[in-house]
């Protein structure tokens, strides 16, 4: 746990200073669009790992890191705004909130499918206990009534 914080922690600080070195060239949209990607990700992750519950200490440094990563993506929205695509960045953010969408709704179809399987394996292990019950019970009845 302490391992993946870390690494989420310093995939978001990359992400931000990602953005301040590509500062002087915001006219290269294809390295913007890296970094929106990297600021998206970064945000997600952060916020994965704080919803997982942590201590106190990581819980302050993935706030302040969420802090830094919200005002990368301040920053980079005010640069696509300066390239005068203000057009893109709002079709980046929706495309961005559809995968968001797309990737629960794949998480919900396997938390179903995780359940259904539980239950068939219930069921699979209720009839194996039967039947581990019941056969010797009946071949020693058999033996009992042949015997008799």
């Not at 990359?14 to 913007?32: H, R, Y």
């Not at 009839?127 to 009845?141: D, N, Q, R, S």
């Amino acid at each position: 746990m302490i391992l993946e914080i870390g690494a989420v922690l310093a995939a978001a600080d990359a992400a931000c200073k990602g953005l301040n070195a590509a500062a002087g060239a915001v006219d290269d949209i294809q390295k913007l669009t890296g970094l929106f990607h990297g600021i998206g990700q970064a945000e997600h992750d952060l916020q994965k790992i704080r919803n997982d519950g942590v201590n106190e200490a990581d819980a302050l440094r993935i706030v302040m890191q969420q802090e830094a990563v919200k005002q990368a993506k301040a920053d980079l929205q005010q640069m696509f705004y300066s390239i005068n695509r203000p057009d893109l960045w709002e079709q980046m953010q929706r495309v961005q909130a559809d995968a968001r969408k797309t990737r629960q709704a794949a998480l919900k179809q396997m938390q179903i499918r995780r359940k259904q399987r539980m239950k068939e394996l219930q069921f699979v292990g209720i009839v194996l206990l039967a039947a581990l019950i019941l056969v010797p019970a009946a071949v020693g009845f058999l033996l009992w009534a042949l015997t008799r």
